[in-house]
């Protein structure tokens, strides 16, 4: 008997429940968007009757799932609550994120759980295993001098950089290179997340906000490295954020920043860098100063007025005032940036938000006959149409080079 789009979806209630509640969306929200009333979709939710296959293909693009999934016998449990480092103590549920935020977690679970999967596929053992750990009572200087040998960045490399956007994509792919999947989210308010990682291995995961600065990216991914070295999967949001936070959870935060911060510019800058070295001797620090230092690292000027605090050129009092005036600065700063059109292909845009090394494992598996042009295209997340303009990017990169800074 051939099912029609009207006939009864003999799904398992339990998972209408689970994909909404995952899906960070409230029954009233739900049921506007399905366009339904309420107590129908209660109805549905209990059991007490079932959507059509139809209203189950609206239920399924507004939960952002594929229709099979409510057809399982039990909810997936793939994945887990990430420490949420962004809210204060018994005022916002831990798990209040938005839908789309949500929808970004789980599409990151997904894409690490297929990468996990070709690599078993193609049994390919060239794919770096990120081994290295760090602990809470390590010295920050110390670390990072580890990880940039471990990312194999050097200062001259770092300086020779013309843009920040450079400099985002050295490091980006520096930490592919590491065994670490970069993911970019969009949609998302700054203010809501900078970055999140999952920290289990092999093929850790960081995502970072693509509304967010390049210099700011860059930090956060770096911080986001640190939490998963020390082995925790978490969702970060600002500095500010983390105030009021429990003492450990603000133990741990000023930690990657302060690792992270001191990757970006390490102690070895101020014994070779001539302007650094000048300035720490005379402890003379402008704006002016700051800012040539910030542009010549490709590194926020919070990052470089952090670094000399930690060197105790400057006071906490002294940093505190900077960092107000820098915030101010940025709030309104985004209170003038218009919308922008257009912008770089299609095919580029995707890989600014999946990166190299993902879509690398997907297109080798492919080649090697491991999977279909279906699930090619399904786990790339595009039409077969744009796969070639991908392959080129992702193979021939120099061939791309016009379009290729948007990466």
């Known amino acids: 008997m051939t099912m029609t789009r009207s006939a009864i979806a003999m799904i398992n209630p339990e998972l209408l429940k689970w994909a909404r509640e995952t899906s960070a969306l409230t029954l009233t929200f739900a049921a506007e968007k399905i366009k339904v009333k309420l107590a129908l ?16 293909l609206t239920i399924a693009k507004v939960y952002k799932r594929p229709v099979s999934v409510f057809y399982l016998a039990e909810p997936p449990k793939n994945f887990k609550v990430l420490h949420d480092y962004r809210r204060l103590p018994d005022t916002i549920p831990a798990l209040d994120e938005s839908p789309r935020l949500n929808l970004e977690i789980r599409k990151a679970y997904y894409r690490r759980q297929v990468a996990l999967d070709l690599v078993n596929l193609l ?30 960045i050097s200062l001259e490399e770092q300086t020779r950089w013309k843009m920040p956007n ?27 997340m900078r970055g ?28 986001e490295f640190v939490h998963i070295l020390l082995g925790d999967s978490s969702i970060s949001g600002s500095e500010q954020s983390s105030f009021g936070l429990p003492a450990k959870d603000q133990k741990i935060e000023m930690f990657c920043n302060a690792v ?16 650094l070295m000048r300035h720490e001797k005379d402890n003379i620090w402008d704006d002016t100063v700051i800012m040539n230092v910030a542009n010549r690292f490709h590194i926020s000027r919070e990052c470089v007025w ?11 009092e002294f940093y505190q005032k900077k960092r107000d005036e820098l915030s101010d600065e940025f709030q309104n700063q985004k209170e003038k940036i218009k919308p922008s059109s257009g912008g770089p292909p299609y095919h580029i845009k995707v890989l600014s938000s999946i990166g190299m090394l993902y879509p690398e494992l997907v297109l080798n ?32 990169p120099s061939q791309g080079t016009a379009h290729h800074h948007a990466l």
Do not use: C
């Not at 009572?137 to 471990?150: C, G, Y």
């Not at 450079?166 to 792919?173: H, I, S, V």
């Not at 992270?260 to 302007?275: H, M, R």
């Open 123 to 152: 049994e390919d053992d060239s794919i770096p295993a990120l081994e290295q750990i760090v602990h809470l009572s390590q010295n920050p200087e110390s670390i990072s001098e580890e990880l940039r040998q471990l990312l194999k």
């Open 260 to 275: 992270a911060a001191s990757i970006l510019l390490p102690f070895s800058a101020f014994q070779e860098d001539t302007e």
């Open 365 to 396: 598996s492919y080649y090697r006959e491991k999977i279909t042009a279906s699930s090619l295209s399904e786990y790339l997340g595009v039409k077969l149409q744009h796969l070639s303009n991908i392959e080129q990017a992702v193979f021939n």
């Open 166 to 192: 450079d400099a985002f994509k050295g490091w980006r792919t520096a930490l592919e290179h590491s065994g670490v999947l970069v993911f970019q989210a969009e949609k998302i308010d700054v203010e809501e």
């Open 196 to 223: 999140f990682a999952i920290s289990e291995r092999p093929l850790p995961v960081i995502v970072i906000n693509k509304k967010d600065s390049y210099k700011g990216r860059m930090f956060s991914m770096l911080h």
């Open 306 to 316: 952090r670094r000399l605090l930690t060197r105790k050129k400057i006071t906490p």
């Open 41 to 56: 979709l209660e109805e549905w939710e209990s059991g007490h009757s079932l959507p059509t296959f139809k209203q189950l």
